[in-house]
C-alpha cells in the first residue's frame, strides 16, 4: 500500500489532484477534510468587514483563502522569517504584514528556519527533520504579543500555526481573546508541544478558561480534554467561543 501510495502522490502532485491521494491514504484524507474544513470555517465566519489574523503565516497558504472568501475584509499576517515576510508582503500588498513570531512575551529569540522545509522552522528545533533534509539557519527574531499588536482590533478570525508553540500565543493574547471573541483555527499536535515544555492538556485548558470549546477543524466534537490531541492524523482544530 505504501508503494501505491507514493505513485499515486506522484501523480496527483503532477495534475494539481490530491483527491487522488486521498483516495488510498488515511493521513492524505485527513490533511484534505481538514483542508475542507479550514475553508468552511473562513466562509461562514469571515466578513468584508471583518479581521482576519495570521500567525505564522508562512508563504500565505491560509491568507489566500481568506481573500478569496473575504476580499473586503482586514488581513493582519505575522512572519518572522526574512525571506517569506517579503514574499507574503508582495503576494498580498493590501495585507498588514508584520516581520515578527508571536509568543507569551516581547523578547528577541534564536529561531531555527529549516530552508528546505520552511513550514517546519519554529523557535524549536524540531528533532524530526534532519540537517540534511532542512537545512536549518539559526536566526534572530523579534518576538511579540497578540495583545501588544492588536489592542484596539476587532478580530473576527484568529489562525495559528506556530510549530508547538500555541500555548505562549495564548497566553500572549488573552486580552484579544477575552474583548473580541474570534473564532480560532489552530494546528496542534502534541510532539511539537512537548518541545515547549506543556502538554495537550493544558493548552485546551487555557481555551476553555477563556470560554472556548475545541472541535476538530472538520468539525467533530466537542472535544473532551481528555480526548483533546490523541487520536492520530489530526493535526488541525477549532476553538469556538461560548455564547
Same mark, same amino acid.
Given at each position: ?6 505513485? #499515486? +502522490? ?13 483516495? @488510498? ?6 490533511? *484534505?477534510?481538514?483542508?475542507? +474544513?479550514i475553508d468552511a470555517v473562513l466562509a461562514a ?7 482576519? #489574523? ?6 500565505? *497558504? ?25 514574499? #507574503? /508582503? ?6 498588514? &504584514? ?9 523578547? $528577541?529569540? /534564536?529561531? &531555527?528556519?529549516?530552508?528546505? !522545509?520552511?513550514? =517546519?522552522?519554529? !523557535? ?12 536549518? /539557519?539559526?536566526? $534572530?527574531? /523579534?518576538?511579540? $504579543? ?22 505562549? @500565543? ?5 486580552? #484579544? !481573546? +477575552?474583548?473580541?471573541?474570534?473564532? @480560532?483555527?489552530?494546528?496542534? @499536535? ?13 493548552? =485546551?485548558?487555557? !481555551? ?12 467533530? +466534537? ?14 488541525? =482544530? ?6
Amino acid at each position: 500500500m505504501r508503494a501505491v501510495s507514493r505513485v #499515486v +502522490g506522484g501523480v496527483s502532485r503532477r495534475l494539481g489532484r490530491p483527491e487522488l491521494l486521498a483516495a @488510498v491514504d488515511r493521513t492524505a484524507r485527513i490533511a *484534505q477534510r481538514e483542508a475542507v +474544513g479550514i475553508d468552511a470555517v473562513l466562509a461562514a465566519v469571515l466578513r468584508d468587514d471583518g479581521t482576519y #489574523v495570521d500567525v505564522g503565516t508562512n508563504r500565505g *497558504q491560509v491568507l489566500a483563502e481568506a481573500a478569496r472568501v473575504a476580499p473586503g475584509a482586514h488581513l493582519i499576517a505575522f512572519e518572522p522569517i526574512p525571506d517569506l515576510a517579503r514574499e #507574503v /508582503e508582495r503576494r498580498f500588498p493590501g495585507a498588514d &504584514c508584520r516581520q515578527k513570531a508571536v509568543g507569551a512575551r516581547a523578547e $528577541t529569540a /534564536e529561531f &531555527c528556519h529549516f530552508r528546505k !522545509l520552511d513550514g =517546519w522552522s519554529g !523557535l524549536r528545533r524540531s528533532p524530526e527533520i534532519s540537517d540534511s533534509r532542512g537545512d536549518p /539557519e539559526y536566526i $534572530t527574531v /523579534e518576538v511579540s $504579543t497578540l495583545d501588544a499588536e492588536l489592542p484596539d482590533v476587532d478580530v473576527s478570525v484568529l489562525k495559528i500555526d506556530v510549530e508547538g508553540n500555541e500555548l505562549a @500565543v495564548l497566553e500572549g493574547g488573552t486580552g #484579544v !481573546l +477575552g474583548r473580541a471573541r474570534p473564532t @480560532v483555527i489552530f494546528e496542534h @499536535v502534541s510532539d511539537a508541544a512537548e518541545l515547549y515544555g506543556y502538554s495537550s492538556q493544558a493548552l =485546551w485548558d487555557v !481555551l476553555d478558561g477563556l470560554g472556548y470549546r475545541v472541535f476538530s477543524v472538520s468539525g467533530d +466534537g466537542p472535544v473532551p480534554r481528555e480526548r483533546f490531541a490523541r487520536e492520530p492524523g489530526i493535526v488541525n =482544530w477549532l476553538a469556538a467561543p461560548r455564547a
